[in-house]
């Protein structure tokens, strides 16, 4: 397995306007130290981006409230579809938007993810943004599948991510990518919205595998733990 490629925070190119979390529409709602995580994993993950983001048509995949669509718009995206399974989650977002200069830009759209992607259309979008969900599905082998369909030409995805350990039995030692059943809580607005709420754990190499098994190369963004958390990590795709 090709070892991935880490791209350490000070190796990134600086972008042409700094794009700042607290000017956004989501900065009212939110905690002054979730912010500042927000904005660091803008600069780590958006920021080297900002030249190959100006123009481009973006999806957003469980996009929440649309806190990271707004960065793209504000990197000069032409347009932004933020997919949202929970119709109040949707309509908050929708609230927000609607004060904002981007509001023409910003379209959201209440779908099941999986639903949403099946009717799009190969090249319909320049770039995909998947952060927060591939640990609330069962179905992470389908939508790189998708994005192998769809090919985008950068495929940004966040998420938690699995421990691996050591498959002894094997004919080679190691930790081959795999995913790790969790159960998560239908009830609560961040988990699954699978009634059994049974989901997978993918494990960094798993990202890494599927990502290359789609046409992608994935370059792991080294620091770029959202919500400060350890078990969260970004990897920036581009079409290989």
Not at 12 to 30: E, L, M, N, Y
Not at 213 to 218: H, L, S, Y
Not at 225 to 232: I, S, V, Y
Request: aromatic share 12%; hydrophobic share 40%.
């Amino acid at each position: 397995m090709t070892t991935p490629q880490i791209i350490a925070p000070g190796e990134a190119r600086q972008p042409v306007a700094c794009v700042k979390f607290s000017d956004g529409p989501h900065a009212s709602i939110t905690s002054a130290k979730d912010a500042a995580q927000e904005q660091r994993w803008i600069d780590l993950v958006m920021a080297p981006l900002a030249e190959r983001l100006r123009g481009r048509r973006c999806l957003d995949l469980a996009c929440h409230k649309g806190a990271l669509s707004w960065p793209l718009l504000a990197y000069g995206a032409n347009s932004v579809t933020g997919v949202e399974f929970r119709r109040e989650t949707v309509e908050e977002g929708a609230r927000l938007f609607s004060v904002t200069p981007n509001k023409d830009r910003m379209r959201f759209v209440c779908a099941d993810v999986f639903d949403f992607v099946s009717t799009c259309q190969p090249g319909e979008y320049d770039v995909i943004l998947c952060c927060g969900f591939l640990y609330h599905t069962v179905r992470q082998a389908e939508f790189f599948r998708e994005m192998k369909r769809l090919a985008p030409k950068i495929l940004i995805v966040e998420t938690s991510v699995a421990e691996n350990f050591l498959w002894f039995g094997r004919k080679s030692f190691g930790k081959p990518p795999a995913l790790f059943v969790y159960v998560d809580d239908p009830s609560l607005a961040r988990d699954t919205a699978d009634p059994d709420g049974l989901v997978y754990w993918p494990t960094p190499s798993y990202i890494e595998f599927a990502a290359r098994a789609a046409g992608f190369e994935p370059r792991r963004i080294k620091g770029a733990n959202r919500h400060g958390f350890k078990h969260r990590m970004s990897w920036v795709c581009e079409r290989s």
